[in-house]
């Protein structure tokens, strides 16, 4: 069967994660993804978090699935020639360097548009145009800068940056939209055109949501959803709002048995208001169904800290996967706390392929997680990531560099 992207030629500049999050979802998607490295050294990721002696580290290979590898040092001469005829031939170029690096590498939008009107190039960068356009940024100072960590923890705590890398990984996701788009438009076009996905929008893309309650709390003074309300203060910006579900559904995470041992022995709750009397009926508290303080979603907002006391109260008698059977019987929206122990060994993700486990000829097997995005008629096979260099011959012959141009290069030091 043939993939979405089959035919397209990826020029991977990419490094750590961000970049390479994206070149890997469009390899998934059938793209030739040729990685670019430094000769000797590759991707620094290659060697952080090390737990396998000698072996590409899991950060590389869990983010670098599917692709090639060549070694080309573009700051030589000889190497910078090598780097054209992958651009000539490629459609798309991913990168995400320290802003300017791709211009003081000589590769400025002019050159490469010279070389190939149809490429596309398509760049990370910490924040778009502005004051601080020429800062490097990694993950948390992405969270930090798109709003997240302003409105992740508890009230009477510091700001709480969060485990999803959404500076990152969602930073590369928007990449690869941007990619596909870009690709869709250049076949009516003809012409390439630069894409750029900045990790401060992405983050704050993901915090649309507090965006509206700024503005919500600037005309009213108080968000009722929140666990400030009815007792603490409101200030100028959106507080941190804890477990406390964004939209109009009342959600806090309860203890479940187990839970002075265990640390993920909790489960999400949500007091959906269509389903408030089963709550009540299940957790036993049948009268608040109709009691005039508790019927109504308006009556219960200033109520929540105590009903959800009263809903743990039975959650504790159960296990949070008990707790999760008996309310989704009832159509209660919930959902119990997976610690990645749980999830790696979950065998509904397995066979989707969501979790995957791979084979690597220096670590040996891995799991990783496979495509989250599942088309049906582009199927998704996990072949592990490259070993540095490990397809520097083979994509130079195909640039149509004959055994001894090879050779010579490889003395010279360029690739
Ligand atoms: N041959 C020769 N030189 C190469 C090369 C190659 N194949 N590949 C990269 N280089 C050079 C670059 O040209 C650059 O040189 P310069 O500084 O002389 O211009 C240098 O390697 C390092 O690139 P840089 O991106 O500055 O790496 P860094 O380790 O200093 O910074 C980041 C890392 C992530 C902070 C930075 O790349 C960045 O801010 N990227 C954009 C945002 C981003 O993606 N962040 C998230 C990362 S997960």
Redesign the pocket.
């Known amino acids: 069967m043939g993939k979405a992207l089959d035919g397209v030629r990826i020029l991977d ?1 990419t ?5 390479p999050t994206c070149t890997q979802l469009l390899a998934w998607f059938g793209a030739d993804v040729i990685k ?4 000797g050294a590759g991707d ?1 990721t290659r060697e952080q978090l090390r737990d396998v002696p000698g072996a590409d580290s899991l950060y590389f290979t869990m983010l670098n699935h599917n692709k090639r590898s060549v ?5 030589n001469p000889e ?1 910078k020639l090598v780097l054209e005829a992958l651009i000539q031939k490629c459609d798309v170029l991913v990168e ?7 211009d ?2 000589g590769f400025t939008w002019e050159r490469i548009q010279e070389l190939n009107p149809r490429m596309i190039v398509a760049s ?3 924040f778009g145009p502005g004051p601080y356009e020429d ?5 948390n100072v ?1 969270q930090c800068v798109g709003g997240a960590a302003s409105t992740t923890g508890f009230d009477d705590g510091p700001p709480v940056v969060t485990g999803a890398q959404i ?2 990984s969602g ?1 590369g996701l928007h990449l690869a939209l941007g990619i596909v788009t870009a690709l869709y438009q250049r076949t009516m076009t003809g012409r390439g055109q630069k894409v750029l996905a900045a ?1 401060q929008d992405g983050v704050l893309n993901l915090c649309r949501v507090k965006l509206r309650d700024q503005q919500r709390l600037e005309r009213t003074g108080v968000m009722k959803e929140y666990p400030q309300y009815p007792n603490g203060t409101f200030g100028e910006a959106v507080p941190r709002a804890g477990n406390a579900s964004g939209g109009g559904q009342p959600g806090w995470i309860l203890k479940c048995k187990g839970w002075e041992h265990d640390p993920n022995a909790y489960i999400y709750f949500i007091t959906q208001a269509p389903v408030w009397v089963k709550i009540c009926n299940v957790i036993g508290r049948e009268e608040w169904a109709t009691h005039p303080d508790y019927a109504t979603p308006d009556a219960r907002l200033p109520r929540l800290k105590e009903i959800f006391a009263e809903v743990e109260r039975w959650t504790m008698t159960k296990t949070k996967f008990e707790a999760m059977e008996i309310l989704n019987e009832h159509d209660i929206p919930c959902g119990p706390i997976l610690s990645m122990k749980e999830i790696a060994d979950d065998e509904s993700l397995r066979k989707t392929g969501t979790i995957v486990e791979v084979e690597h000829p220096v670590r040996g097997k891995y799991l990783t997680v496979g495509n989250p995005i599942k088309l049906s008629d582009s199927p998704t096979e996990v072949t592990r990531s490259p070993l540095l260099g490990e397809h520097t011959d083979e994509v130079m012959a195909e640039l149509g560099y004959s055994r001894e141009q090879i050779d010579a290069l490889r003395t010279a030091g360029a690739i």
């Open positions: 500049f490094h750590v994660q961000s970049g670019v490295e430094r000769a620094i070694t080309i040092d573009t700051k190497g995400n360097f320290a802003p300017g690096a791709l003081r590498m990370v960068k910490g800062c490097k940024v990694y993950e992405a500076g990152d930073t990790m």
